[in-house]
């Protein structure tokens, strides 16, 4: 792909729940700027999501005739058949660095990632069929002013940018030194908590912080989200060290990313072991959603508690695997 330099190679594979094909994210290939101005190229799959099936060959004619890459196929609604200038891999253009796609298990027309910003903001944005997110003429909402463009710019006039639907801007993190790198996360569809349904929860590198969105009207694509505060349970064997700073906020270590399985529980998976999503009840939370049962768990809880109202979730973290950095 003519990655130019070391930074921003995010690569995400995922299917479409609805469509089956090849869903595939792609950074800008720079640690700054995009100098190149690769996410705006509509000839370069880099700053993309890209789209392809691989469940068909294509003939050494269509391979030759589209410039492809490899053995996969094109899906005949990919959006270069309305643009003829757009690569034909190419679903979503202007992105930085994708990083931690997923779709909504309840509604897959949501396709919603992360993409992290490089001096003030961090977004998700929902990705449709050709959209352009606008980096980097755009970062968030914000102009973008590149100190390096050998690649020459693309005008702000020349474009329809998507902005993101929710973010957040590096001094809510910290403000010495800012956001790491935000963290795509999933619409939480689980019956561990009840009164967490429906919502997207994402995060940030440093752990430190948690968000969750909610969506009013459904289907509106209208988000507003709040940063989730949360601390361990006092039964948990795990150590547990507060955030420097923080009177009630465990360290997480980084957190590299988000999971769901195949129950939709959530996971969170960092530099200091695996998180899980669990029941309000298991840390003497109330829900008012929850049906209390007498079962017993075997995985220390942590909990997770709104700034905002009475609705509460708790994390317990799974021993059995531990990831290094």
């Given at each position: 792909m003519g990655l130019p330099y070391g930074g921003a190679h995010?690569?995400?594979?995922?299917?479409?729940?609805a469509d089956g094909y090849l869903y595939m994210t792609m950074g800008d290939g720079a640690h700054k700027d995009d100098p190149y101005n690769f996410a705006q190229n509509k000839k370069s799959l880099l700053g993309k999501i890209l789209r392809f099936d691989v469940d068909n060959i294509p003939s050494e004619k269509e391979i030759n005739d589209l410039?492809?890459?490899?053995?996969?196929?094109?899906?005949?609604?990919?959006?270069?058949?309305?643009?003829?200038?757009?690569?034909?891999?190419?679903?979503?253009?202007?992105?930085?660095?994708?990083?931690?796609?997923?779709?909504?298990?309840?509604?897959?027309?949501?396709?919603?990632?992360?993409?992290?910003?490089?001096?003030?903001?961090?977004?998700?944005?929902?990705?449709?069929?050709?959209?352009?997110?606008?980096?980097?003429?755009?970062?968030?909402?914000l102009l973008f002013h590149p100190q390096l463009s050998?690649?020459?710019?693309?005008?702000?006039?020349?474009?329809?940018?998507?902005?993101?639907?929710?973010?957040?801007?590096?001094?809510?993190?910290?403000?010495n030194i800012g956001s790491a790198s935000i963290i795509?996360?999933?619409?939480?569809?689980?019956?561990?908590?009840?009164?967490?349904?429906?919502?997207?929860i994402y995060m940030d590198l440093y752990g430190e912080?948690?968000?969750?969105?909610?969506?009013?009207?459904?289907?509106s694509g209208n988000f507003t989200s709040s940063r989730i505060g949360f601390r361990c349970a006092n039964d948990s064997?795990?150590?547990?060290?507060i955030t420097t700073g923080s009177s009630s906020s465990p360290s997480l270590g980084f957190v590299f990313s988000l999971a769901q399985d195949n129950r939709k529980d959530l996971y969170i998976l960092t530099s200091k072991g695996i998180y899980r999503v669990t029941r309000p009840s298991r840390c003497n939370l109330k829900c008012s959603k929850e049906i209390v049962t007498s079962t017993s768990h075997s995985s220390s809880p942590m909990?997770?508690?709104?700034?905002?109202?009475?609705?509460?979730?708790?994390?317990?973290?799974l021993v059995f695997f531990v990831l290094v950095l």
């Open positions: 995010a690569g995400q594979l995922l299917f479409g729940p410039g492809l890459w490899g053995n996969y196929s094109i899906p005949r609604d990919n959006p270069y058949v309305e643009d003829k200038e757009l690569g034909p891999e190419i679903w979503a253009l202007g992105f930085r660095n994708p990083w931690r796609c997923s779709f909504d298990s309840e509604r897959p027309s949501y396709f919603i990632c992360g993409d992290p910003g490089q001096d003030e903001y961090e977004e998700i944005d929902i990705v449709t069929k050709g959209g352009n997110y606008g980096w980097r003429v755009y970062e968030g909402f050998p690649g020459g710019s693309t005008l702000p006039t020349s474009i329809n940018p998507i902005f993101p639907v929710m973010g957040y801007t590096h001094s809510e993190i910290n403000n795509g996360g999933y619409f939480y569809r689980s019956l561990a908590d009840p009164c967490m349904y429906g919502r997207y912080a948690m968000w969750a969105g909610s969506e009013h009207p459904l289907n064997p795990i150590p547990c060290n909990y997770i508690k709104h700034r905002r109202g009475s609705c509460r979730f708790n994390i317990g973290f």
